[in-house]
């Protein structure tokens, strides 16, 4: 799994920036700076959630961690990101507002990997 999340982490890092960056070039002249706002919370978002997928996968590497918490948490980062950040830029391209609703169900899931970090944290047996 290490080297799966490290991979997964590294592409959506790097699309994370592809983002901001077609937000801030090609998109600033299409979008209402609401929309705008609501791309550039998404790549941003997807960038923090992947440097945290790279710390996951650099976690699995301790022995001592839990290790079915720390691949749960990776896998939530991901569909988190998905969720998350997909259904901003969705929103924000689209204009369909219902696409809102979803947002959350991502953030939930980010919210189960911190906590799931958490969790396997507090029970290392060092």
Do not use: N, W
């Given at each position: 799994m290490t080297k799966i999340f490290l991979v997964i982490a590294s592409m959506l890092g790097g699309l994370s920036v592809v983002a901001g960056s077609f937000a801030t070039h090609?998109?600033?002249?299409?979008?209402?700076?609401?929309?705008?706002?609501?791309?550039?919370?998404?790549?941003?978002?997807?960038?923090?959630?992947?440097?945290?997928?790279?710390?996951?996968?650099?976690?699995?590497?301790?022995?001592?961690?839990?290790?079915?918490?720390?691949?749960?948490?990776?896998?939530?980062?991901?569909?988190?990101?998905?969720?998350?950040?997909?259904?901003?830029?969705?929103?924000?391209l689209s204009g369909i507002k219902w696409l809102g609703a979803i947002t959350p169900i991502g953030g939930l899931a980010f919210i189960i990997g911190w906590s799931c970090m958490a969790i396997a944290g507090w029970n290392l047996k060092l």
């Open positions: 090609a998109l600033k002249e299409k979008l209402t700076q609401y929309s705008l706002d609501i791309f550039q919370t998404g790549a941003r978002l997807q960038m923090y959630h992947s440097l945290a997928l790279l710390i996951v996968a650099f976690l699995l590497t301790i022995e001592e961690l839990p290790q079915s918490l720390m691949v749960i948490a990776g896998y939530a980062f991901i569909a988190g990101i998905a969720i998350f950040s997909g259904s901003l830029y969705a929103l924000s």
